[in-house]
């Protein structure tokens, strides 16, 4: 009972450490590194990792591909990352076709692949 506390319980260890690193890196950058959907041009964003857009009362995070695989997933296999997020319900696939990644007009940035992704019920302030 001791290991299964010090462990966090019987889930899968990779799975719950994939979450956790996706969770502090919204947590770190979720305001700093994305440009604002209503307002691309409000700020200079520097070291940008994708847009963000308020939808309803949390925000939905768009992020460029090389940020989702270099910094999102450094350290894991990005399919393994994405199917995790999936099975949490974090990371919307594209409509049309059915990939991970979905092509996206993204103010400020034009039309691009990227992965969309709702972390964690995040409430806007």
């Known amino acids: 009972r001791a290991w299964l506390d010090g462990r966090g319980g019987t889930g899968d260890r ?3 450490a994939i979450l956790a690193q996706v969770r502090r890196f919204f947590e770190n950058h979720g305001e700093a590194r994305f440009h604002d959907w209503s307002n691309p041009d409000e ?7 994708g847009v963000r857009k308020l939808d309803g009362d949390t925000w939905v995070y768009y992020v460029l591909p090389e940020t989702f695989r270099e910094e999102l997933c450094v ?8 199917k995790v997020l999936e099975e949490a319900g ?3 696939r ?3 076709e059915r990939k991970p990644a979905g092509n996206v007009r993204l103010p400020g940035i034009g039309s ?5 992704i709702r ?3 995040e409430q806007v302030a």
């Open 43 to 49: 700020r200079p964003i520097i070291n940008r990792a």
């Open 94 to 96: 594209d409509k049309n």
């Open 119 to 121: 972390p964690f019920g």
């Open 75 to 82: 350290g894991y296999d990005s399919k393994v990352a994405i």
């Open 112 to 116: 691009t692949r990227c992965y969309e």
């Open 90 to 92: 974090l990371l919307v």
């Open 14 to 16: 990779e799975a719950t």
